[in-house]
């Protein structure tokens, strides 16, 4: 098995199985294995029916198709978590399940780790100044993800342009060892696995990538804000 394709899923009935459509129709004509595993983070909608339902009418030689359940929310950490710890591929990728990185971006990160030089690839939105971003946030939500970096880099870890992007690969291993000492489940998740990634020694590579702004986001722009500031704070004292 070559790729992992991990689909954190909260509250996604309408995205999710257009986005299902869009990746089988990539992956069934690569010439290698690949698993998509959609993590469903006990969404309180009709989430599970709609995966379900949907894998039924997908078929494909070299694509396989998983649901994991968490039963209760957790936070999209744990979902991420859940999915990399039980995926069987050399290279395990997760994206959002509106795929505003569209799939074909995977290549990007595939010829950073056949190089052999990096064992974790990121997107990023900020590099080449935001050239590929194609449709932006609302002013206030870059805005405010500007500033969270800002904090990232004081209080945690420097060096990475954008930690909040959901678009990260890694290597099986480097994924296994990584996420079995996630300590943060909700949306910092992100800052907490890339610490954890410089701290073990893993060497990252931040690329951009194309990426399209879904207003029907389901992250709230103070609400989820406020507690990813908390977590944030937290991260360093988890891991001492």
Not at 21 to 39: K, P
Not at 140 to 155: H, P, S, T
Request: glycine share 8%.
């Amino acid at each position: 098995m070559y790729l992992s394709l991990i689909i954190p899923a909260f509250r996604e009935a309408e995205r999710i199985g257009p986005s299902l459509d869009t990746i089988n129709t990539y992956l069934s004509s690569a010439n290698y294995l690949s698993e998509v595993l959609v993590c469903d983070d006990g969404s309180p909608d009709n989430t599970v029916e709609v995966v379900k339902k949907h894998f039924l009418s997908l078929q494909s030689s070299n694509v396989s198709y998983r649901l994991i359940e968490l039963g209760v929310n957790q936070g999209k950490g744990a979902a991420v978590k859940a999915g990399m710890l039980e995926a069987k591929g050399e290279i395990r990728i997760f994206t959002d399940a509106d795929l505003s990185t569209p799939i074909y971006e995977v290549e990007k990160i595939f010829a950073v780790f056949e190089k052999g030089d990096f064992d974790v690839v990121i997107g990023s939105r900020a590099l080449d100044g935001g050239a590929l971003v194609k449709v932006h946030q609302p002013w206030y939500r870059e805005a405010m993800g500007k500033f969270f970096n800002f904090l990232v880099q004081i209080f945690v870890l420097r060096g990475i342009k954008d930690t909040q992007c959901g678009f990260k690969g890694f290597r099986a291993e480097a994924a296994e060892k990584i996420f079995a000492e996630q300590k943060v489940l909700g949306f910092s998740f992100d800052v907490d696995i890339l610490y954890i990634a410089q701290k073990l020694g893993y060497k990252i590579k931040e690329i951009a990538i194309e990426w399209y702004n879904d207003e029907r986001t389901t992250v709230g722009a103070v609400s989820d804000s406020s507690k990813m500031f908390f977590e944030l704070l937290r991260i360093r004292k988890l891991h001492q």
